[in-house]
């Protein structure tokens, strides 16, 4: 029987309550059972004036607001608005009758270029967030996953000046030259003189769109300017550190500067799983120096195809030399600054060598092999690649860090930034780890109410 919807309802007068119109385990009641946020006033009192003025805003509203933009991924701020206006489980949680007006699209930004753009006010809601997921026991930090995802910035591609860049010296320069001297004197030799010439300088793409941005090559087809969004998170999803940097900055540096940002907090991991990228020498020296297991990648060996690769030439730690497959030995010659050390075969063995042709093809018939100071700790993480519980903790992330890292891009618009500068764009990303983290939480503990 065809049935026809009648229209006259729309007239209708009816009492209702806005508390019976929100279903009970509506996403946002959960989220208002589990987070607090009366200790926003605490942080922004000294941005208002107290004893004059125009009434303000309520800021736990404005932070509502936001927070109701990330959870559910809408786009903008005033599309938010225009949610808010319509949605009854928006305005319940605001705190606002089916009659109350909803703050103008504006407010938000022009509070946050007045207050809130030292972006504390958004750190201190991150780490509450975390807190109070430590309370409940749901997160793991005896392993932990460390990744990065690019941004796309809001800047045409094809608008930029060039500007000569001076690299900055490397974090662990001074440690490496350690090493580096450390090994000479053992060796019998004189430690290198500190080196005064001046740093290089590299001519780079500068976007004149947004100039925090950083111009990212992935490829032939992908060249565009972006961010990086740095991230951390446990074996439960849970991302505990992140930060942004440009996109040209490559993800091998970042590793220290997190893991010393937990381990400030007091949270160093039984173990570490990171990919490709930020396996090379440094990290791994670094990470087995923190007593941390070192959970990386099998790599490629790169060279040409049919040659024979370092991995071809045995090392002899005792006599600190190489054995090529033929058996002749290549001794160590010296160690430069980048902390390499260069070992070279003997051309009157190598003249008539039957394995010639697949080793070098160098005029003088010298193979060289170059190793790098703190290689003895890679070949442990190579090492340990093969152990079970290793190869396990590894597979977890594509549960854990790369699924938020889905989950931010295809939920709550993480593939591209509408905003400029770097600090607006750490404001967007810390947002959007606030909305995933507080997700999970409301999820995971209900409605039961929490008194931290």
């Known amino acids: 029987m065809l049935s026809r919807q009648n229209t006259d309802n729309r007239n209708t007068f009816e009492i209702v309550s806005l508390e019976e119109m929100v279903p009970a385990d509506h996403l946002l009641r959960k989220v208002d059972a589990v987070l607090d ?8 009192t000294e941005k208002y004036t107290l004893d004059n003025g125009r009434p303000s805003i309520d800021p736990v509203v ?3 607001i936001v927070l109701i933009q990330k959870l559910f991924g809408i786009r903008s701020m005033r599309q938010t608005i225009r949610e808010i206006e319509t949605n009854m489980a928006y305005r319940w949680y605001l705190g606002l009758g089916f009659a109350d007006r909803v703050p103008h699209f504006s407010t938000f930004g022009k509070n946050y270029t007045r207050r ?16 109070l997921a430590m309370v409940h026991g749901l997160i793991d930090t005896s392993h932990l996953y460390i990744d990065s995802t690019h941004i796309k910035a809001n800047a045409n591609r094809n608008r930029y000046t060039h500007a000569d860049h001076v690299q900055t010296a490397r974090a662990y320069q001074a440690a490496l030259d350690a090493e580096i001297n450390r090994q000479r004197v053992q060796d019998g030799k004189k430690p290198m003189p500190p080196n005064d010439s001046p740093l290089p300088v590299r001519r780079r793409k500068v976007s004149t769109t947004d100039p925090d941005a950083g111009y990212y090559v992935k490829g032939e087809r992908e060249r565009q300017f972006a961010y990086s969004w740095h991230a951390c998170c446990d074996a439960n999803g849970f991302i505990i550190d992140h930060h942004v940097t440009p996109g040209n900055i490559h993800d091998s540096t ?4 997190m893991v010393d940002r937990l381990e400030a907090r007091g949270i160093l991991p039984l173990t570490l799983a990171v990919d490709a990228g930020y396996k090379t020498p440094h990290n791994a020296h670094f990470l087995l120096s923190k007593t941390i297991v070192p959970c990386m990648p099998y790599t490629r060996p790169h060279g040409v195809q049919g040659m024979f690769t370092t991995r071809d030439f045995l090392y002899d730690a005792h006599y600190d030399q190489y054995i090529c497959p033929n058996d002749a030995v290549l001794t160590y010659r010296r160690t430069d600054r980048e902390g390499k050390k260069l070992y070279m075969s003997d051309p009157a063995q190598c003249w008539d060598c039957p394995l010639l042709a697949q080793c070098t093809t160098s005029r003088t018939h010298v193979r060289q092999i170059q190793r790098h100071v703190w290689q003895d700790d890679l070949d442990i993480v190579e090492d340990l690649r093969h152990v079970d519980t290793i190869k396990q903790q590894y597979q977890m992330r594509s549960q854990t860090i790369e699924r938020r890292f889905g989950d931010a891009k295809e939920q709550h618009g993480m593939r591209w930034t509408k905003y400029r500068g770097i600090g607006k764009v750490t404001m967007d990303a810390m947002l959007v780890g606030v909305a995933l983290n507080l997700k999970k939480l409301a999820t995971w503990v209900g409605s039961a109410p929490i008194h931290a």
Not at 37 to 44: G, H, N, P, S, T
């Open 37 to 44: 946020l009366d200790f926003v006033y605490d942080i922004v």
């Open 62 to 64: 404005l932070v509502k």
């Open 116 to 131: 809130f753009s030292d972006n504390i006010l958004f750190e201190a809601i991150f780490a509450r967030i975390i807190d």
């Open 254 to 257: 970042q590793l220290p500067v």
